[in-house]
Structures are given as C-alpha cells and as structure tokens.
C-alpha cells in the first residue's frame, strides 16, 4: 500500500501522465490490470482557468478509475492556484504539478522543466497552491536543467518544507530528454533526504526493472510511463512478481488481440469514430510491436480512416498469426512423433 497525505493506495504501481496518452479510455484499460493510480493528460492551468472546453475534456473521469491525479502545468502562481481550486472542487483525489515536462512548448512558457531552473519560483507555486488546496499535493521533477545544474535535492527539500504530501523523480536531465539512461541513484538519494514518499520513474519497461528499482533506491512507489504503451500487463506483471515471486509470461497473441479491440471500441466511444481511428495509429504499433509480419501489417493500417475497415484488416492480421502458431505447433509434433 501507499499512503499520499490523507489518501491509502492500494499499492504503489502509478501510470505516469503522458500527453495524447493517458485519457480516460487508456487508464481504464491500465486499471483493469491493477494499476494503483491512474494519472490525467497534463493540464494547462491558464486553459483550464479560462475554461477551455478541450482542457475540461481532459478531465472526463469514470467512478471506476478512482483514485485518480490530475496533473497541472504552468508558473505563474496565482494561476496555478486558481487551477487547483478547480481541480479540488471536481473531487479528483489527488493534484500534481509537473515540473519536469522538457517538450519545448512546455519549456518555453516557463513551465515543466524549466522551472527547475528558478528554485525561487517553484517556492513561490508550491506555497500558493499548498494555501489554496487541502486535497493531496505532488510535484513532479527531474534530476536538473542540465548535468550542471543537478538540484533534484535542493528542489525536493523545498517541496517537503512547502507542504508537499510526495514528489516523483524522473533522474534525467531537461537536456537528456528521453535519450540516454536514468540515473537511479538519484531517486536513492532524495529517498534518503526526505521524509515524504519519493515514486521513483524512468526505464521501467519489465516487472524485474520495478523489482530492481525498489530494492535499489528503496523508494515508496514506481510510477511506469513508456513502458506501459501498448503494454498494459506491466502492471498486473509486475503486481504478481512482486506479491507473489512469480514472473508470468507475456500475454497471448489472443489476448492482446482482444485488448487492441476494447481499445479502439472505447475510444470510438469516447471521441468518435473518426478520431478514435487515427488516435489509434500509434497504439497499434506499441501493440503489435515484436510480433511476426507486424511492420507489415502497421503500413497495410496506417492509411486506414474507417473502424470498421481497421477492425477488420486486424482481425486478419491475428488469424495469420493464429494459422502460423498452429502450423509450427503441427510441425513439431509430427516431428517428436518420429523421433
């Protein structure tokens, strides 16, 4: 279990925010395989206070996904607390704060990470926000600006002096992005350094990476991001590994068959067709991703702009792969049977 101030998780497995990723059909799918916490879309807190109806879209919810954190971007103070009055008043149970997004329209409004480069700012939000909200609070982070600029400590003791009830690193750099490895000792080193829950993320593609994880930094929780595209067993995995010890196997092609089709039913249902189809693109190449003949099949669908048609030319794609297992499953029986 994980406790976030007055809020008890039913464990300590969180699906990272992750833009055009994490709506509401996706976590939905996430929670079915025993995610403890689900994570919105990031949330611009501007938008969000002049009442864009794309950013309320973003905060659609269902009953089921609960407990459920919303997590808000920008710098200006006094916005970002407006912005959490709002989020606390819809009853979403926990609000976060991203300060490690390095995407350059993030970056360049003075919000993600670029604020890891004014420590002074980030006070200044913390307290504005912590004095406007009572509900559980999080920030977001990641080691520094740059590897000049290493302040992960320095931030992470603001955030706990400030009222914060846990933070979540990201041990790259802004600079690094996505390219290079995560350090994991820096998530080790501000577990040590703080007494609120530190979630530690980046590079969890596998059960054993979140073993490993907690066993090296010994951090409260594992908050899995790019690992989970197209891969949403990495929870129920990585829950069973480690309740239990036990490493299951990869799901089936039949399973992640039937996956791919909840998927993309659900999410003609919670945007429409059209735009559920070409949403859709990207997660059938996480899905399909190492399977036989998949590149093949990812060109035969990406010009695909009708469910029905998408449905279909993936539903052959698994046959084949179905009539191909049955016909090396044939083939070495007849061959043990000779031997």
Not at 67 to 94: H, K, Y
Not at 283 to 295: M, P, R
Not at 307 to 323: C, K, N, P, Q, V
């Amino acid at each position: 279990m994980l406790q976030i101030g007055n809020l008890k998780i039913e464990n300590n497995l969180i699906l990272a925010p992750m833009a055009g990723i994490t709506n509401l059909p996706f976590r939905l799918i996430v929670k079915d395989e025993g995610c403890g916490l689900v994570f919105s879309e990031m949330v611009s807190a501007i938008a969000l206070v002049r009442n864009s109806k794309k950013t309320r879209d973003l905060l659609n919810s269902d009953p089921y996904e609960r407990p459920l954190a919303v997590q808000l971007f920008g710098s200006e103070p006094q916005i970002m607390a407006e912005a959490a009055r709002i989020i606390e008043g819809l009853g979403v149970d926990i609000l976060d704060i991203n300060m490690g997004c390095p995407a350059k329209k993030v970056v360049s409004t003075g919000s993600g990470s670029a604020l890891l480069k004014d420590p002074l700012r980030i006070k200044a939000v913390i307290e504005a926000v912590r004095a406007a909200v009572t509900m559980p609070f999080t920030v977001k982070i990641r080691s520094g600006w740059d590897s000049k600029s290493a302040n992960y400590l320095e931030i992470g003791r603001i955030a706990e002096e400030c009222g914060v009830d846990a933070i979540t690193l990201h041990p790259r750099t802004a600079a690094q992005e996505f390219g290079g490895s995560s350090d994991w000792s820096h998530i080790a080193e501000l577990k040590k350094a703080l007494k609120i829950p530190v979630i530690g993320n980046g590079d969890i593609k596998t059960p054993e990476d979140a073993m490993r994880m907690l066993d090296e930094t010994r951090c409260n929780g594992i908050m899995i991001g790019r690992g989970a595209l197209g891969n949403p067993w990495i929870f129920s995995r990585t829950l069973k590994y480690m309740e239990e010890g036990v490493l299951q196997k990869p799901p089936a092609e039949k399973e992640i068959h039937l996956t791919i089709k909840r998927h993309i039913e659900m999410l003609a249902d919670y945007m429409g067709e059209k735009c559920a189809v070409r949403e859709f693109r990207k997660h059938i190449s996480w899905y399909t991703k190492g399977l036989f003949h998949s590149a093949d099949f990812r060109k035969s669908v990406i010009h695909i702009d009708n469910m029905d048609a998408l449905l279909d030319e993936t539903e052959a794609y698994f046959e084949t792969l179905e009539s191909i297992d049955d016909d090396f499953s044939n083939y070495f029986s007849q061959a043990a049977s000779s031997l």
